[in-house]
């Protein structure tokens, strides 16, 4: 069986200027210098993607992008093309993400169009799925994260291309997780229907206390983390915990 690297990536999402970026960066790459058992990613915002990149070279901390357009260039006020993050010096892009997904109404369908285009532009589309707290409560977390699987992943998906995020949209930000039975039982639904050797993140109010947990469930691959990815300390300390 093929060996799935974890991978511990941070989705700054819309923080940081551009001194408090560099700073993160390079605490980040300063700690990513001690030995660790997993691939290490940051996404910052767009406009810090050229400042985090120049203080994270040299290190083994990869760079991606939050979102991307499906068009490689044209007439859309606002976006970002996958053409213009690997321009920048990204390797993935995180599609499909619930904020965008909840906020700016974006369908499996548009996230669909976005994976291709990551992979156009020959990125690692890192792909997020999950259920809201009422879709949980009605019994439908699993007929949910099914459906936006098959409405975003593109069938001809590898395991180079891509990663799968399972993220429940009630634990997002909240300080709230899944029972790690839970976890265990929805990865495997999802890999059930995913490239073999695909990797699956768990996101959801990860931090330093309860990543140990989470990433040693053989069925998680990594952990996309978001509050906790603002602070070098946290994060290298989640990063820590793949052991
Ligand atoms: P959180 O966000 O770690 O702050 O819950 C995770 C995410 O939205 O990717």
Known sequence: MTERKRLVAGNWKMNGLRADGRALARDVAARAREPHRCEL???????????????????DVALGGQDCHSEPKGAFTGCISAEMLRDAGCMYAIV??????????????DVRAKTLAAWRAGLVAIVCVGETRAEREAGRAETVVESQLLGSVPENATAGDLIVAYEPVWAIGTGLTPTMADVTEMHAAIRARI???ARILYGGSVNPKNAAEILALNEVDGALVGGASLKAEDFWAIAYACR
């Open 96 to 109: 499909g993400h619930s904020e965008r997904r909840h906020t700016c109404g974006e369908t499996d369908r």
């Open 41 to 59: 990613l940051v996404c910052p915002p767009a406009t810090l993607l050229e400042t985090v990149g120049e203080a994270l070279a040299g290190s």
């Open 195 to 197: 490239p073999a050797g």
